[in-house]
Structures are given as C-alpha cells and as structure tokens.
Antibody, heavy 119, light 111 residues
C-alpha cells in the first residue's frame, strides 16, 4: 500500500524558512516523479513544484520560484520542500503527491501538513 | 495567462446526472495534454477520480466518466448520490508553465 506522510509544517514568521518532508513507502520511490501541491484556507488546489525520479529535473510555479526548492533523497525514500522568504500568501495545507507513470496525473496523495505564515 | 476554467458550483437531485466542464487553452488541453479529475471530500486530501481524460482508477464507480475535446474536458456523474457532494478539480499540464495547472474547482451540491 502506497503511503505518503508529510511533516514539518507549523507557524513561521514572514520572511522565515521551513522545510517540509514527505516520507514515502509501499512503492519504488526512485521510479516516480513527485509533486508538492498546496491549498490555501478555503481556496482551490495550486501546483507548487515537481521533481523527476532521479532528482535531476525540477520545476516550480512562478509564485514560488527562487524561494522554494524541491529535492528528494531516494536512499531515504523522502521528498522535501525547502521554503524560504515565506509570505502570508504561502499559508496553506501542503500535500505531497505521487505521479502516475507516463502521466502528470497524481495518483496518490498524503494527508497534508499546514503551514501558517504570520507574525 | 494559463488557466483552467471550471464553474464554481453545480447541483443536482439524487439519481440525476450532472456534468462539470473544464476549459483550457492551446498551451494545455488544446496542446494534447491529458486531463485528470480529482474529488475532494470535506476535510480530506484530494483523490484521483479520472486519469488521462477517461480512465477510472480501481475502486472508482462507473457512475463517474470523463471526456475531452479540443480545448475542453468534462466530468460526468450519473445516478447522483449524497456521498458525491464534494469539490471537484480538473488538472492538466501546461507547456508555458512547464508544470501542472489546476482548475479553480467546482462544488457539487446534492439537493
């Protein structure tokens, strides 16, 4: 059974940093691209960033480019999101999600971790 | 500007059929990229409902179906049930963004 477990969320001041983790199990982690998707309170889904299986290709939304960095450690089957220069607008539940093979569809999602940016 | 447009809300009575549209552009749906649909029940993570335009993952009832034509896609739900009340999102890849794009979401109310 595929399991994705996010952690690392919490309250942080504007301008601060936070690192999210997503521990994966139940599949061959290195064979799948992974994504971060966020959802602000009461709002819709927003794609944040993606990374291929090897970790050598990453993509990010314009809203986080230059501030957020996606990475992975295949030996630890863990996905990361390093978030710097955080803003109030980054307040959201952050989900990690596993892509389907040969598709951009997100077939498995974690339960999410809440990031609150506030002074 | 890349965007996938969905109606904010749809509604239907139990047993009825509803459809949710997702309109894109030449850099996403119109470029041939597949459309995926997600169901998000209140307080839970999204769940993949339809992948690659029309494929249902294991466990998804055949009351749910997807289609795609030109720059648009649709999700159809037949035999509406109270448990279908949720938010529904479409998603596609966008070449100008080099990443995924979600629609704004549609809230389905079962009357």
């Amino acid at each position: 059974e595929v399991q994705l477990l996010e952690s690392g969320g919490g309250l942080v001041q504007p301008g601060g940093s936070l690192r999210l983790s997503c521990a994966a199990s139940g599949f061959t982690f290195s064979s799948y691209a992974m994504n971060w998707v966020r959802q602000a309170p009461g709002k819709g889904l927003e794609w944040v960033s993606s990374i291929n299986g090897d970790g050598d290709n990453t993509y990010s939304a314009d809203s986080v480019k230059g501030r957020f960095t996606i990475s992975r450690d295949n030996s630890k089957t863990t996905l990361y999101l390093q978030m710097n220069s955080l803003r109030a607008a980054d307040t959201a539940v952050y989900y990690c999600a596993k892509e389907k093979k040969y598709s951009y569809g997100l077939e498995n999602w974690g339960q999410g971790t809440l990031v609150t940016v506030s002074s | 500007q890349s965007v996938l447009t969905q109606p904010p809300s749809v509604s239907g009575a139990p047993g009825q059929r509803v459809t949710i549209s997702c309109t894109g552009s030449s850099s996403n749906i119109g470029a041939g990229y597949d459309v995926h649909w997600y169901q998000q029940l209140p307080g839970t993570a999204p769940k993949l409902l339809i992948s690659d335009n029309r494929n249902r993952p294991s466990g998804v009832p055949d009351r749910f179906s997807g289609s795609k034509s030109g720059t648009s896609a649709s999700l159809a739900i037949t035999g509406l049930q109270a448990e279908d009340e949720a938010d529904y999102y479409c998603q596609s890849y966008d070449s100008s963004l080099s990443g995924s794009l979600f629609g704004g979401g549609t809230k389905l109310t079962v009357l």
